[in-house]
Nanobody, 129 residues
Framework: QVQLVESGGGLVQAGGSLRLSCAAS????????MGWFRQAPGKEREFVAV????????DYADSVKGRFTISRDNAKNALYLQMNSLKPEDTAVYYC??????????????????????WGQGTQVTVSS
């Protein structure tokens, strides 16, 4: 099992940047593919970015490609999301999540939020216009 705690959210003007962090505690952080998701008021939680266990494979939602960068440091049990050129439509609660369901040794990742096993409490990101 793993516990996840996000930080780094806040209020920023359009065009600005934020860096979200997700601290993991518990067992075997490097055995999980990790994802970032977000949920705006009145909307479904949606995929933002994903990174596989080693950090060698990444993927992004089309809406954030070229602006957001996901990374991880397995030695520090940490996941990051660098967000640049922020837009008002990026306003949401951002969650990190761990996928424990991939086969041993897999280099894959999944983007479906329903397969993720562990979630943080979320951090609010608000982008003003």
């Amino acid at each position: 099992q793993v516990q996840l705690v996000e930080s780094g959210g806040g209020l920023v003007q359009a065009g600005g940047s934020l860096r979200l962090s997700c601290a993991a505690s518990g067992r075997s952080f490097s055995s999980y593919a990790m994802g970032w998701f977000r949920q705006a008021p009145g909307k479904e939680r949606e995929f933002v970015a994903v990174i596989n266990r080693s950090g060698g494979r990444l993927d992004y939602a089309d809406s954030v490609k070229g602006r957001f960068t996901i990374s991880r440091d397995n030695a520090k049990n940490a996941l990051y999301l660098q967000m640049n050129s922020l837009k008002p439509e990026d306003t949401a609660v951002y969650y990190c999540a761990a996928d424990a369901g991939l086969p041993y040794g897999s280099t894959l990742y999944r983007k479906n939020k329903d397969v993720y096993d562990y979630w943080g409490q979320g951090t609010q990101v608000t982008v003003s216009s």
